[in-house]
C-alpha cells in the first residue's frame, strides 16, 4: 500500500458530500479533499479556547481540539470536543452545542452508528470514557431522533473502569462492548436486544483489555491495549474462549476502523507507563514497558475463510514533546466510507495532517 499527505489538516470525518477538517476549534467544511471550495466555522467555545486551540502546542497539551466526529446523513455531522458534541450542519457552516458527557470526561474514543441490526434502534452510540478513579457506573448513550441524548445501559459501579468501543456485527444481531482498563474491568461482552441482554464473553486480565476488533464467524479478532506488557492481534474463539496470537504487535492500540465485514486496520501508540506518579508521566519521553520503540504503525487485517493476514502499511516516528502533556505518538481514522485516510497525532512530520491510504496496483 502507498501513502501521501493530502491535508495540513486534520480529517475529522466525511460523507459523500463533505469532509470536515479541524484546525483546534476551526472547521474547514469542504466539498472536495483539497478544499477548493470551503466554509470555515468555529466551535462556540469561547474566546479563550477559541485562541489557545490555535496555537497547535496548547491544543495538544489542553487537549482544545476534536478528537472523533461522524456523519449523521450526508449534510449533518456530530463532533466531539473538550467534553461535549457539537452539531454541524455543512450546508451552511452552523454549529450547535447537541449534549454534553458527564463533569469527568473529554471525549469517548468514538462515536458509532448502528445500524440494521435486529433489536437495535437505528442510531449513533458511544460508551463512556474516562478517568474512573472513583468506580462509579459507567453508562452507554444513544442518539434518538429528536437529537436527544439517554442512557441505553448502564454498567454497575466498580464493574468497569470505562469504555473503550461499541462494535456493530449484523451477522449475529448483537454489539460487542470492549471495557477496561485494570484487569479484573478488562473485557469483552455481548450485548442484545437494544443492551437488555448484556453477558460476558471473557473478562479479568490485559489478553481482554482491547479498543478495536473484527467480528467473524466463530469469533473475533482483536488488538490488546496496554502500556504494561506486549500487545497483540488475537483471535478469540467464542465456543472454547481461548485466544490464539496471529501477531505482536509494537504497541497498545487505541485507534483503529473497520473496513469491512473481513477486513480492518489500527494503529499502535507510543505511550508512558501508566504506573508512573502523575508528574513524570505527564513530561517521561520513555515508552512504557510495552511500547517496542518510538514508532507508531498502521496495521492492515484480512480473513480470508479462516485464514488470518496481519501487514504493517505505515509507520511514523514520535516527535520531541513529552508523551503525556504532548500527546500519545499515534494514528486516527476518520469516519467516513470509500477511500481510507489517515491522520497523525504527535508524530514526526505528519502531526495534525491527513494522509490518504491506497492499495497498490500489481
Known sequence: MTSKIVSNNKLICYSNKYFIFSKGPKLI????????EYKIAYIPVGSLKQKLGSIRLFARALRLEPRCGIFVD?????????????????TNGQIELEHSFRAEMNNPLSLVKIQGISGFEDGIYYGE????HEGTAVNIYKRDNNASWNVVYTFSAGSIYHIHGLVP??????????????????????????????KVIVSGKQAYRACIALPTEGG????????????????????????????????????GKVISDSEMVFSTSVEPDSKLPRWRYEFTHKPGPG?????????????????????????ATKDILPMG???????????????????????????????LIKKENK
Open 29 to 36: 467544511i469542504s466539498t472536495d479533499l483539497n478544499c477548493k
Open 74 to 90: 450526508d449534510t449533518t455531522a456530530l463532533i466531539t470536543y473538550h467534553g461535549a458534541i457539537y452539531r454541524v450542519d455543512c
Open 129 to 132: 470514557y474516562f478517568l474512573n
Open 169 to 198: 456485527c449484523k451477522e449475529k444481531d448483537c454489539v460487542y462492548i470492549l471495557t477496561g482498563d485494570k484487569d479484573a474491568e478488562s473485557g469483552i461482552y455481548e450485548a442484545r436486544n437494544g443492551f437488555q441482554d448484556v
Open 220 to 255: 473475533m479478532l482483536y488488538t490488546t491495549d496496554t502500556p504494561l506488557e506486549s500487545n497483540y492481534l488475537y483471535y478469540l474463539d467464542f465456543e472454547s474462549k481461548e485466544i490464539q496470537t496471529i501477531a505482536e504487535i509494537s504497541g497498545p492500540s487505541i485507534y
Open 291 to 315: 511500547i517496542k520503540d518510538r514508532k507508531s504503525r498502521v496495521y492492515y487485517v484480512k480473513n480470508e475463510d479462516g485464514k488470518f493476514t496481519c501487514e504493517e502499511i505505515f509507520a
Open 325 to 355: 502533556v504532548g500527546q500519545f505518538g499515534t494514528i486516527m481514522f476518520p469516519a467516513g466510507e470509500g477511500d481510507l485516510y489517515i491522520t497523525g497525532q504527535a508524530l514526526r512530520k505528519y502531526d495534525n495532517k491527513t494522509l
